[in-house]
């Protein structure tokens, strides 16, 4: 016996001291996804789904833990990405 999930998705705000997230949030199971790792604009948002995107099933229970992920998991990853980009930049002013 197999079990599958079939998500549906809807349209989904978070709204955390005054910064507002639109993500996709699973109608039956109430799961809150992550809007980078499913690429929400074109899950649930109508948008169209972009070319070699690396689409990651992220799932939260809360919004806490959909913004925990997002700061340990993304905006960690940006923060190394400008940190190369800005040692790149002062070697070649050197
Ligand atoms: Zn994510």
Not at 58 to 66: A, I, K, M, N, R
Request: glycine share 6%.
């Amino acid at each position: 016996m197999a079990y599958t999930w079939e998500p549906k998705w809807e349209p989904f705000e978070v709204n955390v001291d005054g910064i507002v997230i639109k993500t996709c949030r699973d109608r039956y199971t109430g799961l809150i996804a992550c809007p980078i790792c499913i690429h929400a604009v074109s899950s649930c948002l109508g948008g169209n789904p972009p070319e070699n995107y690396q689409f990651e099933n992220s799932y939260f229970f809360t919004v806490d833990d959909l913004i925990s992920h997002l700061k340990t998991y993304h905006v960690r990853g940006w923060h190394r990405r400008i940190e190369s980009v800005a040692s790149k930049s002062s070697e070649e002013e050197d």
